[in-house]
């Protein structure tokens, strides 16, 4: 018995060092590329529930801090693919030179299993791309097309010029047509 109550002293010095270590640094890192801040606590809980977990199932961690972020990371991605139905389905986002909406591009979901597959990997695609833009350009992209806000309520919340924005969203619109041509095409 002591030996137990030994080891779980361990782990709890061991988790609470990690947590005063990253905490701020991991919290800045998902902060940056999740724009609901909610979202960001939830994340950063998830991720501090699973070194609990870790530590307290004995999986050795040898690179806490790299652990973590990894794992930041994968739940970072999770959300967006866990949200991107809603996001598509809800907003008019346009990648094509003549504005044809994202969601005329692509598979209908109600097409069958083979038309919902190449949907899925298209949305996928979407979403791993996005995670590829600059922070800047992504959070332009996000905030005008996603999220539907006007490039002045942009302009007035960040202090950037609504031109720098929307120079931001057109690089970040002509990455995406690049990036996602390919697999548009095969699917076509």
């Known amino acids: 018995m002591l030996l137990a109550d ?3 002293r361990e ?5 609470t060092e990690a947590v005063q270590l990253e905490a701020s640094k991991l919290k800045n890192f998902i902060r940056r590329r999740v724009p609901d801040e909610r979202d960001v606590e939830d994340i950063l809980q ?7 977990e870790a530590y307290r199932l004995l999986k050795p ?3 806490v801090g790299a652990w ?3 794992v930041a990371r ?4 999770d959300l967006f693919r866990k949200k991107k139905p809603e996001f598509l389905a809800n907003h008019s986002v346009t990648l094509d030179e003549d504005g044809e909406p994202l969601e005329d591009l692509l598979p209908s979901s109600d097409a069958g299993p083979d038309a919902a597959y190449a949907r899925s990997i298209l949305v996928d695609e979407l ?5 590829e833009l600059p922070e800047e350009q992504r959070r332009a992209f ?6 539907g806000r006007s490039f002045q309520e942009l302009a007035r919340a960040s202090g950037v010029s609504a031109n720098t924005l929307v120079l931001r969203k057109h690089r970040a619109m002509v990455y995406l047509r690049e990036r996602l041509e390919d697999i548009h095409r095969e699917f076509r």
């Open 6 to 8: 030994e080891r779980a």
């Open 11 to 15: 782990q709890d010095r061991r988790i």
């Open 46 to 52: 998830e991720v501090f529930y699973e070194l609990v």
């Open 61 to 63: 961690i040898e690179q």
């Open 68 to 70: 973590l972020f990894t």
């Open 74 to 77: 994968n739940r970072i991605t």
């Open 127 to 131: 979403a791993v791309a996005l995670e």
């Open 142 to 147: 996000i905030a005008h097309e996603i999220e």
